[in-house]
């Protein structure tokens, strides 16, 4: 029983420290409609702000002097005399700017000698490749020949085929069937191609060209008979001339010729005539004529050769397919012999052609090997070279960065010993401030985010900060006085005119920002029970109702209490608490007047709960619970006659408290 009333007396303990704390700093004001007096001039000012739309950004500023982002001091590791020296104190020198060097004559004159060798070979591959192009020209040359040659090949081939299909021809047979005439070889004879054997003719069928009236051409031809001894025969207009002339009587005429079929035949000299009917008009020919075979055709040997068997007999009659003879094959045979004796000849010559072209890409091989040779003798060299190279570097001092070239300590002249420092490059081109951020800070904090840089004597930059970025972030903190610092390393982005080391400069590091967003006065907020409110302006009359969770803090409510019901106990514990902080009995009760006029500058408003977001020392945004173009009103401002205008954020907490997750510093809307 005496834990729990133990317990209760701690909480009302609590409970009035919190009440004498507000009463006694606030207890000055006296409410009225906007300004209220109170006894001895202190004036309560009724403050208000809208809520607007815009952009609200949280930063953490710290302060560090300048630094070079890199400095290096050159040495020369190889002793030797400095030749070169092409800088002094305070010059602005480039990156890959050759700043000193020793003395190279000894390694130029082994560079010139691996040069010489190298443009030495370089020749010998030049002839070498000139051999190469050389022979391979000449194995063109080799395969155009044996190209010729196997075309050469590709004839005699044909010859030979045609050859053998003119074996076939060794055998003659009769064309048509009629009676032999003018057999002109015998048996053993040895002919040539296109050589006559004989006349074949049918000597039944006849053909008679006759001269004729040419008026035969203007009409109809009805009928064309040949007449033989009185004897009619049948004609056959084969064809006429294809111009007419005039005979030795005047008498106009055109040459026919006409076929017609006796097959008894006609001796040998006998003569026949001619009548055309055209029109129904005859017409004689002029004169006889005697009539010659129609059909007849010459026995012709297509090849060259012996006749071994001869089937031709004189006015005997032969038919179509008879064979009238046969030739020796072996001419065709001497003459496909000496036709492959020609191909293997040209087939060895072809032979030959390949061993030269084996011959000339072995030498080709050859060279090439004494090519690759000759590369890899280059190789060497260069390696040489490449290895030189890093002799000639030891020599040289090459800027590695734009910069400014500080304390020489060397002339042109001097003999440098091992690791004699020759001079040191500042980079100016990024300076850096290494600043302390807070632990509770530094997790917010991320390599890239943007900053602003103030340097404070440039006042330029107090209008226009530089622009800056977040590089590096300490991982292992600084603890000094139970608070544990991070070092934070930012990096200017731009130049800046009249800048030097070790200047004293302000970072702000930009941690968040929200854009197109509700935002009020940061003092705007009321804090209860771990809740945001605030209190916006209604235009009644009605007293703002506090949240029963803040039952004792209530400025709606008023801050009074009943102590008629405590213990002997709780009124010690209380009393006690007033005596330490110096607090009267007169005091208590201008503390019942003070919460009284509190109570009445917040008439006409309501407390409404809103949810916040990003903020800084002056706004804070609002994610929901009022709109922009309300105002919320501010807690008051007061002045007496000896002072400005107060503070009155102590009205309702100590200003300096951190809103939990709030930066240490600095702010951007």
Same mark, same amino acid.
């Given at each position: ?6 317990? #209760? ?66 040495? @020369? ?12 104190? +305070?010059?602005?020198? #480039? ?76 055998? @003659? ?90 097959? /008894? ?43 071994? /068997? ?25 003459? &496909? ?21 084996? /011959? ?6 050859? $060279? ?39 304390? &020489? ?72 006085? +139970? ?38 006065? &940061? ?66 009760? $201008? ?28 706004? @804070? ?5 009022? #709109? ?22 102590? @009205? ?18």
């Amino acid at each position: 029983m005496k834990k729990k009333r133990f317990k #209760k007396i701690i909480t009302w303990t609590i409970v009035v420290v919190i009440l004498i704390v507000i009463g006694f700093i606030g207890y000055k004001f006296i409410s009225s409609d906007d300004n209220q007096t109170l006894d001895g001039g202190t004036t309560l000012t009724k403050r208000t702000a809208p809520v607007l739309l815009g952009d609200v950004g949280q930063t953490i500023s710290a302060s560090g002097p300048l630094e070079a982002s890199e400095m290096t001091n050159y040495r @020369i590791s190889t002793p030797g005399e400095l030749v070169i020296l092409n800088i002094n104190d +305070g010059d602005f020198v #480039k990156k890959g700017e050759l700043l000193a060097s020793l003395s190279t004559t000894d390694l130029d004159e082994v560079l010139e000698n691996y040069e010489s060798q190298i443009e030495n070979t370089k020749e010998n591959i030049d002839t070498v490749n000139d051999d190469i192009l050389d022979l391979n020209e000449n194995i063109s040359d080799v395969y155009e020949s044996i190209s010729e040659k196997q075309d050469d090949i590709a004839t005699l081939q044909s010859e030979i085929n045609d050859h053998i299909n003119s074996k076939s021809d060794l055998t @003659i047979y009769s064309p048509i069937s009629g009676i032999v005439f003018d057999i002109r070889v015998d048996t053993g004879d040895v002919i040539n191609n296109g050589t006559i054997l004989a006349t074949i003719s049918d000597t039944n069928i006849y053909e008679v060209e006759l001269a004729i009236s040419a008026k035969i051409l203007e009409g109809v031809i009805q009928s064309n008979y040949v007449y033989y001894k009185n004897t009619r025969y049948d004609g056959l207009l084969v064809s006429y001339a294809d111009y007419t002339y005039i005979n030795k009587f005047g008498k106009e005429l055109v040459d026919v010729v006409l076929q017609f079929t006796m097959e /008894s035949g006609i001796p040998t000299g006998d003569k026949v005539r001619a009548i055309i009917t055209v029109d129904n008009i005859s017409y004689s020919s002029d004169t006889d004529k005697v009539p010659y075979y129609a059909i007849s055709e010459n026995i012709v040997s297509s090849l060259q050769g012996e006749i071994i /068997s001869l089937n031709l007999f004189t006015k005997k009659l032969v038919n179509e397919g008879d064979v009238l003879a046969i030739l020796d094959p072996s001419y065709i045979d001497d003459k &496909i012999e000496l036709l492959n004796n020609q191909i293997d000849s040209l087939n060895d010559q072809i032979e030959s052609y390949y061993s030269q072209i084996d /011959s000339y890409n072995d030498q080709i091989n050859s $060279k090439n090997s004494l090519i690759s040779d000759y590369e890899e003798n280059i190789e060497s060299i260069q390696q040489s070279i490449d290895n030189l190279q890093d002799d000639y570097d030891a020599l040289q001092v090459i800027a590695d960065y734009n910069g400014i070239i500080t304390n &020489i300590n060397v002339s042109i002249g001097d003999m440098i010993t091992t690791n004699t420092t020759l001079f040191t490059l500042i980079k100016m081109d990024a300076p850096e401030i290494s600043i302390s951020i807070d632990e509770l800070d530094i997790a917010r904090v991320k390599i890239g985010m943007d900053a602003t840089v103030v340097i404070d004597a440039l006042g330029s930059t107090l209008k226009t900060p530089a622009l800056a970025k977040v590089t590096n972030i300490s991982l292992v903190g600084q603890s000094q006085g +139970g608070v544990t610092t991070f070092d934070v390393t930012v990096a200017l982005e731009e130049n800046v005119e009249g800048l030097m080391l070790a200047m004293n400069a302000t970072a702000t590091i930009f941690i968040d920002n929200s854009i197109n967003t509700l935002y009020v006065p &940061i003092e705007a907020i009321t804090m209860m029970g771990g809740v945001s409110y605030v209190y916006v302006e209604t235009g009644g009359t009605e007293i703002p109702i506090t949240p029963s969770s803040t039952t004792g803090t209530s400025r709606g409510k008023g801050v009074g209490f009943d102590t008629s019901n405590m213990t002997e106990e709780e009124l010690k514990a209380i009393k006690e608490k007033r005596d330490a902080a110096g607090i009267t009995e007169s005091d208590i009760a $201008k503390i019942e007047t003070t919460a009284k006029s509190l109570q009445e500058y917040y008439i006409g408003t309501s407390l409404i709960e809103v949810t916040t977001g990003v903020y800084n020392e002056s706004f @804070i945004e609002i994610l929901n619970g009022v #709109k922009e173009g309300q105002v919320v009103v501010l807690p008051p401002t007061y002045t007496t006659e000896d002072t400005d205008t107060a503070n009155p954020s102590s @009205i309702f907490g100590d200003s300096s408290t951190r809103i939990p997750g709030m930066g240490s510093g600095g702010g951007k809307q």
